[in-house]
């Protein structure tokens, strides 16, 4: 064996007692401290609870709706009601949500009010009573110096459709 590998080998040997010197320690202080707590007198042990029985009820429907039924407004896609007007061309405004349109102001000109709408590309547009902004067919039924009032018409659920009242204030963002 050459000296290189000797010597490795003797500084592992040592390397080994120097590592398993630091376990031999004593464990008094752990075995008297697991004596005094098992010398210390116990506690009384609660009563385990007590176990209710499983009542079974039986369901009866009677003359009473589903619980597993919505109750819901009868409405259908046969129904009269409001609904979008599909033949109607689309305006400009109409692109955008609502709730990414601003309105900044109004404007009176020649004894007409309009209300100054900014969309997101910051480009201003007027508009008038009757016109359409949103996605949802909102039309303009009213415009004052504070807000846009309109009217959207929007799906119920049931095939059918809704009206539904919507503004825009100013300055809001």
Do not use: W
């Amino acid at each position: 064996m050459s000296m290189r590998k000797r010597t490795f080998l003797l500084l592992a040997v040592i390397g080994a007692a120097v590592s398993l010197a630091g376990c031999s320690r004593s464990m008094s202080d752990l075995d008297q401290y697991i004596a005094e707590v098992n010398a210390r007198p116990g506690g009384p042990i609660e009563p385990l609870p007590e176990i209710k029985t499983y009542e079974v009820v039986a369901y009866e429907r009677g003359d009473a709706r589903s619980p597993f039924v919505p109750d819901l407004p009868t409405a259908g896609p046969d129904d009269d009601g409001v609904r979008p007007d599909a033949d109607r061309k689309r305006e400009f405004l109409e692109g955008f949500p609502l709730d990414t349109l601003r309105m900044v102001g109004t404007l009176y000109q020649d004894g007409q009010l309009f209300g100054l709408v900014q969309t997101s590309d910051r480009l201003i547009h007027r508009v008038v009573v009757g016109n359409y902004l949103g996605q949802n067919d909102g039309r303009i039924i009213s415009i004052t110096d504070s807000s846009i009032q309109l009217v959207e018409i929007i799906p119920d659920g049931l095939g059918g459709y809704t009206e539904r009242a919507a503004s825009i204030s100013l300055g809001e963002t």
